[in-house]
């Protein structure tokens, strides 16, 4: 199975401050269609997961544009500009390209 | 508007069989894959199998491979997550989620509780 790690695991940032996450992943993730199936998700305390990011670096419709995803090959980020009370929340890269698809162990933002 | 509704909490014993559902609606069910993730309390988001419902091809993580059944019925936009015996580390949050290499809609989660 393809291992995604994500870090940090914990990430206390103050409010109004940037915050980034990293994703590393054991195999490439581009397919051989050319996409790269690299995505963030955003799960707020007892909430489904929603999705922030497709395909590396696409914000979904409604995402602030705060949230940004950037990375190729194995490594990938998550950045947030400015972060607000709203984010607090656990996030989660997936990767759709190799079967068994699988996520990071994630990444649970707290305001300092 | 895509909607992906799942069943409601279940609380089971061991050994005991269950099946949980997800319905979709707002989009074309069968020609979507649709697949389960797993959260067990306080922990991560596990994928564990994946169903085309217009010809039921269905994949499954070797983890989960053996331990639970997917289904689909395209008649009614509905996929199952089967479970003949349960045990107290099946007790988790399941979720179904719309999408083969990619997800974009998900159902709100269905609490299973296995408990003697």
């Known amino acids: 199975d393809v291992v995604l790690t994500q870090s940090p695991l914990s990430l206390p940032v103050t409010l109004g401050q940037p915050a980034s996450i990293s994703c590393r992943s054991s195999q490439g993730l581009l397919s051989s269609d050319g996409n790269t199936y690299l995505h963030w998700f955003q799960q707020r305390p007892g909430q489904s997961p929603r999705r922030l990011i497709f395909?590396?670096?696409n914000r979904d419709s409604g995402v602030p544009d705060r949230f940004s995803g950037t990375g190729s090959g194995t490594y990938f980020t998550l950045k947030i500009s400015r972060v607000e009370a709203d984010d607090v929340a656990s996030y989660y890269c997936?990767?759709?390209?190799?079967?068994?698809?699988?996520f990071g162990q994630g990444t649970k933002l707290e305001i300092k | 508007e895509v909607q992906l509704v799942q069943s409601g909490t279940e609380v089971k014993k061991p050994g005991e069989s269950l099946k949980i559902s997800c319905k979709g609606s707002g989009y074309s069910f069968a020609t979507y894959w649709i697949g389960w993730v797993r959260q067990m309390p306080g922990k991560g988001l596990e994928w564990m199998g994946i169903?085309?419902?217009?010809?039921?091809?269905?994949r499954y993580s070797p983890s989960f491979r053996g331990q639970v059944t997917i289904s689909a019925d395209k008649s009614t936009s509905t996929t199952y997550l089967q479970w003949t015996n349960l045990k107290a580390s099946d007790t988790a949050i399941y979720y179904c989620a719309r999408g083969l290499s990619t997800v974009d809609h998900w159902g709100q989660g269905t609490l299973v509780s296995v408990s003697s």
């Open positions: 395909k590396v670096s």
């Open positions: 997936m990767q759709g390209t190799h079967w068994p698809h699988t």
């Open positions: 169903i085309y419902p217009d010809d039921s091809d269905t």
